[in-house]
């Protein structure tokens, strides 16, 4: 019976948790057992009693459980001192992004661990209950738009009054991936009138089944992976992109900023005079903050204020919903832990032919 364990994060950077105590009970219905820190998820108002309720083994230190486990679930990359405390031929399963990691994720693999990256998951309809970056990124789009409805400071919807009409505020969002769609969605609930633009051709019928005008480049490529992303766009692109916001931007009141690009910097598309044109009082809200961000001026965790404007982006927004964000990871995390594991053997076993395996799998240096 393998043992399978998870330590907090730290705290000041990551407030989400890998196993809620629905899924311990999950894990132990599979003949698992299940150790945890103490305090696990005390900060996000769950006592160590229900997890241990629900089965879970709760030790003294992040060392321990560590010790013990020979599969470990987690958020973020272990630090240092945690690395230290993991023993070999143990299987580490979280969002590990290889292309910022690539460090610490070397380090696991000469003590013989085989990680698995979900960020890395192939875009297959049997792999979407444990797509970590759908679920989290539908939390983000909604909270973006929140957020920027909260700084905004004025009514979002059409309102007519005895007094006179109050006019609905204009929301742009740049990238309708998960996160934009999210965006979109949640604006149109709140009454705003909607935009948005991509780079990949087949974001337009997505943007205008929710009630989004799609804002397209003309006679573009479409920039689209095969697994379903956005790539990087070309000089030509970038400058008829730029025209079209051009005369966009400066039309809306809020800008929801979403569009990354796997593996590296997010491209930058609002510039300075674009951010310049803006009415005052308007908000850039910058998702893609934590990879160098998509509008000028934009930092991680502060509110710049250009001309009036306002340019806000959080490196983790996901530390503002991390209950709701920690439900949805914990059940991705499981799925996959389900899909390891063999009703035969009642253990993990790794099958390499297995598509979903395969692509997540790093057991080889970076």
Sequence with gaps: MKNIGSVKEDLKVEKRISITPEIVKKLIDLKFSVSLEKNYGKHLGISDEEFKSKGANLFDSSKEVLEKSEVILKVNCPSEEQINSIKSKSILIGQFDPFSNKETINKLIKKDNKIFSLILLPRITRAQTMDVLSSQANLAGYKAVIESVKEFGKAIPMMMTAAGTITPAKVLVIGAGVAGL??????????????????????????????????????????????????????????????????????????????????????????????????????IYDLAVGQGGNSAFSEADKIIEINGVKIMGAKNILNSLALTASSLYAKNLFNFVYNLYSKEKKDIQINKEDEIISKTLIDKEL
């Design 182 to 283: 999210q965006a979109i969605a949640t604006a149109k609930r709140l009454g705003a009138i909607v935009s948005a633009t991509d780079v990949r051709a087949a974001a337009k019928e997505q943007v205008e089944s929710l009630g989004g005008k799609f804002l397209s480049v003309q006679g573009a490529e479409n920039l689209e992976t095969k697994e379903g992303y956005a790539k990087e766009a070309n000089d030509d692109f970038k400058q008829k992109q730029a025209e079209l916001l051009k005369n966009s931007v400066s039309k809306n009141d809020i800008i929801i900023c979403t569009a990354l690009i796997p593996g590296k910097k997010a491209p930058r598309i609002i510039s300075e005079d674009m951010v310049k044109s803006m009415k005052p009082g308007s908000i």
